[in-house]
């Protein structure tokens, strides 16, 4: 009579083992993959041995505490059941127990960035079984700002940026007010440092609530500055905190390290000016402003502080809003023009140099027109919005073999976020060649958790992001601007519906008189497909919000023509524009 095997033994003989049994569905899906793979394995049917069977089945509840087959162990390494095997084979790491090459590491995932892509993906992946890190450290600006978990948009981006956007805008409202029946005193004043202090006391518990989601997702948080350490190891990492210094190992790394604002190289730039780093936290009031830049960081902090009643500059190099339709740039900029911010255009700085000390001080700013005018002034404060550059100087990517784009410093990923390196990945500002917004992020995280631990095979889908650009005047927008849609498809291809409107809150006080304006960017070839989605008015976001999704569902105009629009609404201006641009009709003034 042969000797009764025992679990130990069994797993001793074989490479690969399944206890299986015969009628299960979930362990005829492991073998499936395992015959699919060509292992070689020795299948157990505890179900059909009858006592041994039974003995077996017994022994293996003691050894790995699992009730349920099917249950299996690869080198004598306990894998676990269908979905613990499945979920290896979807991330590699089946493939590297079965050829050999298997290695234990610290960590399944480390996230090298805590802003709200990082934080996402990480949690994803901590939901789906995956021991995770986020590694995150904010390097203190030239002036020593620095910031809690939650990375630029929760600390340094949308939500400071909105908020101070809100309290502009409340302004408006008061000097609106006398008109709608309420008596204001004439004298309102604005709190600067007491309006920081709200947003910053807000932000803090926005940083705490990261912390203790992360801790209840079991996500282990790193206070601490990660740096790929080995090149001759790339699944190493060095991490630096104020106290000490040490190495952790994971199987796959994400990068979403995300961006910091650029300096001009120009004397005096860094020891003197401030960037969208520091406006939010910024203890005094910042006085006469002159801001440095074109885009929508420079026109969203110029409108918020002009509409504060502050005395603000821009300077522009060449256009603004580089990359939005072109119109609605111009528009955006007359109108701030008109409500008081001066524009100094076709200008560069060419130093800042400090004239008079305080808080905040004034500094006298030189610059250069296009013909080589030498210009200057003297402002309070200088504010740099002239771009961002990638976090990726110091991490050792390059040292590992990532590549990266050379003109930015971000990650070169394919369609799957994937880098050079097979367990490197990245997401957010970092990625290159995507739009750098936090919903972007966000949702680029989560899929790529799922696609790496859960079986998923959805790519984030880039095209048709909506945002909003929150100057005084918001502006909306989804698709393609006018010039890009006429670049691609040709101007006899391109048909523009437009008009101008009234919100009804501006009419009582006369304000912004029939300023905002709405267009829709069409194909005459695909039944008039809208392409390109523009609203220049209050609450553009809200507005946007909602009609991007018929670009993704590819509407045409008529749709829009069939749509009964919400009234009184600004939105409902959509459902009604007739007047063409090609056309040459004018445009009909309508209100509410």
């Known amino acids: 009579m042969p000797p009764i095997r025992t679990v130990d033994s069994i797993i001793a003989e074989n490479k690969v083992v399944v206890f299986s049994k015969s009628f299960c569905p979930f362990c005829k899906k492991v073998k499936a993959l395992f015959d699919e793979l060509k292992v070689i394995y020795e299948c157990l049917e505890l179900d059909l041995m009858g006592d041994e069977g039974h003995i077996l089945h017994q022994d293996l509840i003691k050894k790995t505490g699992q009730t349920s087959v099917p249950n299996i162990f690869i080198n004598g390494k306990h894998i676990g059941g269908c979905d613990k095997t499945l979920a290896l084979h979807a991330d590699g790491t089946l493939q590297t127990m079965l050829d050999g090459t298997y290695r234990e590491y610290d960590y399944d995932l480390v996230v090298l960035g805590g802003g709200s892509g990082g934080l996402a993906a990480s949690k994803e992946a901590a939901s789906l079984g995956k021991k995770v890190a986020v590694c995150d450290f904010v390097t203190p600006s030239p002036i020593g700002t620095t910031w809690g978990l939650g990375g630029t948009c929760v600390n340094v981006g949308c939500i400071p940026k909105k908020l101070m956007h809100t309290a502009s805008l409340i302004g408006e409202t008061l000097k609106d007010a006398p008109c709608f029946g309420w008596e204001v005193p004439e004298n309102v004043k604005h709190d600067w440092a007491r309006m920081v202090d709200e947003i910053q006391t807000y932000i803090k518990s926005l940083n705490f609530g990261y912390r203790k989601t992360l801790r209840e997702n079991s996500v282990t948080y790193i206070n601490a500055y990660a740096q790929f350490c080995d090149p001759s190891d790339p699944h190493k990492l060095k991490v630096t905190s104020k106290s000490k210094s040490y190495e952790i190992t994971a199987r796959k790394f994400l990068i979403a390290v995300g961006g910091r604002p650029k300096y001009p190289d120009i004397p005096g730039a860094k020891e003197f000016g401030i960037t969208s780093d520091d406006i939010f936290s910024l203890p005094y009031c910042p006085g006469k402003t002159l801001i440095v830049g074109g885009s929508y960081i420079a026109l969203e902090c110029a409108g918020f502080l002009a509409g504060l009643g502050l005395d603000v500059t821009v300077m522009v190099r060449s256009i603004l809003l580089r990359g939005f339709d072109q119109q609605m740039a111009k528009m955006i900029g007359d109108h701030m023009n008109k409500h008081g911010v001066k524009f100094l255009s076709e200008c560069v700085p060419t130093s800042v140099e400090r004239i008079e ?42 040292e590992i073999g990532v590549i990266l784009n050379t003109d930015n410093g971000k990650v070169i990923c394919d369609d799957e976020e994937k880098s050079s390196l ?37 790519r984030t889908d880039y095209s048709n992001v909506p945002t909003t650009v929150f100057t005084p005047l918001e502006y909306g927008c989804v698709g393609m601007s006018e010039d890009a849609a006429v670049a691609l498809y040709g101007v006899d291809d391109i048909e523009v519906y437009h008009a ?51 670009l993704k569902l590819k509407a045409t105009k008529s749709d829009f023509n069939r749509l009964i629009g919400i009234h009184p609404t600004c939105a409902e201006v959509f459902t009604t524009m007739n007047i063409s641009k090609s056309s040459g009709a004018a445009l009909q003034k309508t209100a509410c």
Do not use: W
């Open 422 to 458: 097979d367990h490197v990945y990245a997401i957010g500002d970092v990625l290159d060649g995507r739009l750098e917004l936090t919903p972007v992020a966000v949702e680029a995280g989560r899929n790529l958790a799922q696609r790496l631990y859960g079986g998923s095979t959805v």
């Open 500 to 550: 101008h409107f009234q919100p009804l809150e501006f009419e009582l006080s006369k304000r912004d008189n029939f300023i905002s304006y709405a267009k829709l960017v069409c194909v005459k070839s695909e039944m008039e497909r809208v392409v390109g989605f523009h609203v220049l008015g209050p609450n553009a976001g809200e507005i946007t919000q909602g009609y991007a999704l018929t």
């Open 357 to 398: 000390e305080g808080t905040p001080g004034l500094l006298r700013v030189s610059g250069k027109l296009k013909d080589g005018e030498v210009v200057s002034g003297n402002y309070n404060t200088v504010l740099f919005a002239v771009g961002r550059e990638a976090c990726t100087k110091n991490i050792g990517l390059a």
